[in-house]
């Protein structure tokens, strides 16, 4: 069974902090892929990043930034010097492959909804 | 069109009654999944298409749940005898390929209300 588990249900910070949402995934495939979506209010989720499991890199772009270690199954996320705009709610998921190499579905954590306050 | 398009954005059923709820991916998309979300909670996965086969349906919480894509583009998710608890985002995503490590466009959901 695969599961994704975002411990933090809602964070508040003042505009300029750094922010970190925490991300912890369980799954027995040693092949999978790590997926953070953003979801403003408009509904509509919005794709930041995809990692797979045999890359542990971590990966910087703009303010965000991600920390992967497999050695702890965790998949956080960094926002540095937040923003207003920022605010939405985050979800970290997780996909594994079928064994007959086709795309299986997402499994999503709960969320964290961030607030960022002017 | 540029993203996945759902129709309709809202849809207010009373109980008992059958809805559909349309998606249109993105063209040339071979992979199509729909999710449902309820309030608070994040997307559970319902089902999945590849082209016009239905490959994992096992989302779907009962038999009143029904999706097809016959022509492998346009989807539509089906409930028969809406009952309260359906009430919930149903969102639609599709991807260009196979693999997971392809990304997943979403849009921007059906609310249902079942009052």
């Known amino acids: 069974a695969q599961k994704v588990t975002q411990a933090q249900t809602e964070i508040s910070v003042v505009e300029k902090e750094d922010v970190t949402l925490d991300c912890v995934y369980e799954t027995r495939d040693t092949t999978y892929y790590l997926f953070w979506y953003k979801q403003p209010p408009s509904g509509e989720l919005v794709f930041l990043i995809r990692r797979n499991s045999f890359d542990e890199q971590n990966e910087i772009s703009g303010r965000y930034s991600w920390n992967f270690q497999k050695s702890t199954s965790s998949f956080n996320f960094t926002i540095t010097a937040s923003q207003v705009v920022d605010s939405a709610v985050y979800f970290c998921a997780l996909r594994t492959l079928y064994s007959g190499g086709g795309a299986d579905g997402l499994t999503f954590g709960k969320g964290t909804h961030l607030i960022i306050q002017p | ?115």
């Open chain 2, 1 to 115: 069109g540029a993203g996945v398009s759902q129709s309709p954005r809202y849809k207010v059923a009373k109980r008992g009654q059958d809805v559909a709820l349309r998606c249109d991916p993105i063209s040339g998309h071979v992979s199509l999944f729909w999710y449902q979300q309820a309030l608070g909670q994040g997307p559970e996965f319902l089902t999945y298409f590849q082209n016009e086969a239905q490959l994992d349906k096992s989302g779907l919480p009962s038999d009143r749940f029904f999706a097809e894509r016959p022509e492998g583009s346009v989807s539509t998710l089906k409930i028969q005898r809406t009952q309260q608890e359906d009430s919930a985002v149903y969102l639609c995503a599709s991807s260009l390929g196979l693999g997971g490590n392809t990304e997943a466009f979403f849009g921007q959901g059906t609310r249902l209300t079942v009052v």
